[in-house]
């Protein structure tokens, strides 16, 4: 019952923007954590952003200044909004929560940045 559906990945050179959306359903969104990943080729999948649900958020020092994430609960949405893109941003996307103890991943969105 519970679906994360990302969308928004694209190509975009660098020192673009790109905004991406993760739509859940099945959870009372608003009592959620969110989070993105992110997996580069070769790499392990690293949090990008995290919201809290009171709408705290925490990023990494190598996306700091340049992300934000965001929450729409009216739509139960979380948004990752992307700045000053980098080649080394390139991977897929997935958006991330907990229900009932339960990790829960859409199947991500591929964002990558030329340079």
């Known amino acids: 019952q519970v679906q994360l559906v990302e969308s928004g990945g694209g190509l975009v050179q660098a020192g673009g923007s790109l905004r991406l959306s993760c739509a859940a359903s099945?959870?009372?969104?608003?009592?959620?954590?969110m989070a993105w990943y992110r997996q580069a080729p070769g790499k392990q999948r690293e949090s990008v952003a995290v919201i809290s649900s009171s709408g705290g958020t925490t990023y990494p020092d190598s996306v700091k200044g340049r992300f934000t994430v965001s929450r729409d609960n009216g739509k139960s949405t979380v948004y990752l909004q992307m700045n000053s893109l980098k080649p080394e941003d390139t991977a897929v996307y997935y958006c991330?929560?907990?229900?009932?103890?339960?990790?829960?991943w859409g199947k991500g969105t591929l964002v990558t940045i030329s340079s």
């Open positions: 099945g959870i009372i969104f608003s009592t959620k954590p």
């Open positions: 991330n929560t907990y229900h009932l103890g339960v990790p829960y």
